[in-house]
């Protein structure tokens, strides 16, 4: 890195001292829709009229009973969003982290079809999971509350790497499992290539019951234009043998209610099977009522849903215009980071020179302004470069994420100078 202007670094802090004399107190740590957002879906509190009105099968949503999969019609939205089978889907409730966290400690518990528990007093090595990194924190946080080691996985523009894949995977049997966010990913914005999503599909994997939890988060949520296309896991999969791999995932609570939005999961008929038996023991059955809202609500169409993002991301796109105009305008040039010029998602991702990221997010911090911790990007917490940095500008308003990136900026160039 070429020494700063000293000149550049006195306006900083100049700005810096300014900041911390305002009393800011901006909250850029998750990825959150905004107020704004969340006003578009508040037809669902009167998509359903009647406290009578029955499913499109049906099925009365008050009461026990109907498919425990789910209504038809939202299986029928998620599967078309999806790509795949109404049949393999199951619609839960709003969080997409639950049927993740489910899915591993009941493969912890009793295993998953074609293989024996991951866990317990007889396993004298531990599970480990394949994990792409930057990657989302609360992955890592579940395999880390159940003692499974995490391999990290380094991201390139077309997704992670596929040849160190294939190579853990291929030869230690206790390689269980990997993680995925393959569209947007969370934080780098890449969606997977074809050939990355092919080699998935098709690489050896020395255990036999080795799964692929593809978390589609962002299946929807592009900036402008229609989302990145994404090649279809699930068919792939069946093509080379592996039908029971993926466990692909999808939610509505960026689309509708964070709080209260609805999560999909599409598996195999013999992963299906198991999904049922050990949901059998923890519901008699998801919130129909919110199901039924939702499938009123858009009309039982995956335009409308469609439409309904063309919204969101009319609200979204300015601001990630403005966190990439601010960082341009402040640091392009100087050496001192890198950044994501993300299409969709929810996450710029931003690189400092290494050592630099965890003072960086302090002294935002001292500053008033909260960042996601440095470092939460990978497995335990710990950025082996103490680089990446998670900005998530959709929360606050446009003024607020102009404030909070341009001090972000700031920080970087006095970390960076050693200020």
């Not at 609360?138 to 391999?151: D, K, P, T």
């Not at 990355?196 to 020395?206: F, S």
Request: charged share 25%; glycine share 10%.
């Amino acid at each position: 890195m070429p020494p700063l202007d000293p000149a550049v670094v006195d306006a900083a802090r100049v700005r810096y001292d300014a900041a911390c004399a305002a009393g800011l107190g901006l909250d850029m740590t998750r990825g959150k829709p905004s107020p704004e957002q969340l006003a578009r879906s508040h037809g669902l509190l009167a998509a359903v009229e009647r406290e009578d009105s029955p499913a499109g099968d049906g099925t009365d949503c008050r009461n026990y009973g109907g498919d425990p999969r789910g209504l038809p019609e939202m299986r029928a939205i998620f599967a078309e969003i999806l790509e795949i089978d109404p049949d393999l889907v199951f619609v839960g409730g709003n969080a997409s982290l639950q049927w993740m966290h489910d899915l591993v400690v009941q493969a912890m518990l009793v295993g998953v079809p074609g293989g024996d528990p991951w866990g317990g007093p007889r396993r004298s090595t531990p599970v480990k999971f394949l994990c792409p990194c930057p990657g989302y924190d609360r992955h890592f946080s579940v395999l880390e509350r159940y003692g499974i080691e995490m391999l990290p996985i380094g991201m390139g523009d077309d997704g992670p790497d596929v040849d160190e894949i294939a190579r853990l995977a291929g030869a230690d049997r206790n390689v269980k499992g990997m993680f995925c966010v393959p569209r947007y990913s969370n934080p780098t914005g890449v969606t997977y290539s074809d050939d990355v999503v092919e080699a998935i599909a098709a690489m050896p994997a020395a255990a036999a019951d080795f799964r692929v939890i593809w978390d589609d988060a962002y299946a929807l949520h592009a900036f402008e234009g229609e989302p990145d296309r994404l090649a279809n896991l699930y068919d792939r999969c069946v093509a080379h043998g592996h039908e029971d791999r993926p466990l692909i995932i999808t939610s509505f609570s960026k689309v509708t209610f964070g709080g209260a939005g609805l999560a999909a999961l599409a598996a195999s008929p013999r992963n299906g099977d198991w999904i049922r038996s050990f949901r059998s023991f923890q519901t008699i059955g998801p919130n129909k009522l919110n199901q039924l809202a939702h499938a009123r609500f858009f009309d039982g169409s995956v335009a409308r849903v469609r439409e309904h993002m063309r919204g969101h991301a009319e609200l979204i796109r300015p601001k990630f215009e403005t966190v990439l105009r601010v960082l341009e305008e402040s640091l392009e040039g100087l050496g001192v980071a890198t950044w994501s010029r993300p299409r969709g998602g929810y996450f710029v991702s931003l690189d400092t020179t290494p050592g630099c990221a965890r003072a960086v997010v302090e002294m935002a911090g001292q500053a008033g302004v909260k960042l996601t911790p440095a470092g939460a990007t990978f497995p335990y917490g710990v950025d082996p470069q103490d680089r990446n940095i998670r900005i998530a500008p959709t929360l606050p308003g446009l003024d607020e994420i102009e404030t909070a990136t341009r001090l972000l900026a700031d920080c970087i160039v006095l970390v960076s100078a050693g200020d």
